[in-house]
């Protein structure tokens, strides 16, 4: 089986043993990523830039990759192909002689 | 090659071959995760649960887990490992007897 | 009138003019306060602390504003008295002896 | 004194007390406005749209507005004139005839 495949299957076997799917809809799964990314960056609030607990930086990253596992699980999206998808399209949205050095955004290079 | 490592190893290729390195900084590496995270949450704003866009959602995941996976990487995070670790971490918190069926937080089961 | 009243006043009245009070439940105002403010930490990301354009800034201050206003006005909150409450609060939480000079939260101190 | 310029000088004052004006940056007041944000959203995670501890809600959303009105007097701005002035260029973005009872953003409308 495949690495994302085994932990998706962890994932979802924490969720059903605990009868959590009923909550987890689309919209609260979204929700739940943001919550679980704002308490990665508050490890960072009012702190320098590398100036970070790296075990708890370890468990709110996983927090957030949990759930956004799961949300691609429910709408049955392949990991490794969206990712791939989305480097493509910002290939074109940024591309290298352009973009090179530069921190703008695609809208602003 | 590991899935994980062959979509890590595209990611920093597409980094790098924009020499973006010198803005990935820890702090910044989180803010943007969480700016992705709120760009997917902007698709359910004054909707219901399941009504999405989901190629919109595919793009939205896709951004939230790439930089997720960029800022394990900078650390020298294995995904697999810290996403089981905290499957265990949690299963401590939400024991099944106490959780099962439940959507409060651990601190007020 | 009081300026919050009339602040207040006029957001009802643009809201009330588009027919959108009823879209605006009270998560999904939370959720536009959280959105809103991903705008304005985007300003900043890759960014030194005061490298922002000043005029984006005004503007989507301005919008966290408002839904919070709304917010508060769905839930017949008075934004004057609760932050004092919640001034009074965090004097409890940070006494200045063990808080000055420090970032640290308080649970933490 | 106005009621916006009163609470204004009691989050200055409480800020000053504890010496704290060193680490409110532009950028970290965003971040935090945003966190609190995600605090404020978790009150509704999985839960239906009115389900919220009022108790809480008052303090989070107490803790947003401290934060805005910390970055707004930092950067010398008027509350009362940008919200004003945000809700004018909204009715351009958003005129009555075309989102009239329509959630839709101004981009798609």
């Known amino acids: 089986m495949s690495e994302l495949k085994e932990i998706t299957e962890l994932l979802v076997k924490f969720r059903n043993?605990?009868?959590w799917k009923q909550f987890h809809n689309s919209k609260d799964l979204a929700l739940a990523i943001s919550i679980e990314a704002s308490e990665l960056n508050e490890l960072f609030l009012w702190k320098s830039n590398e100036d970070v607990d790296k075990n708890r930086l370890k468990e709110e990253l996983a927090d957030i990759l949990s759930f956004a596992f799961l949300l691609a699980e429910k709408h049955e999206l392949d990991i490794s192909s969206i990712i791939k998808d989305k480097?493509?399209?910002n290939g074109e949205k940024y591309p290298i002689e352009r973009s090179k050095g530069s921190a703008k955004k695609y809208n602003e290079l």
């Open 17 to 19: 043993e605990r009868d």
């Open 87 to 89: 480097i493509k399209l």
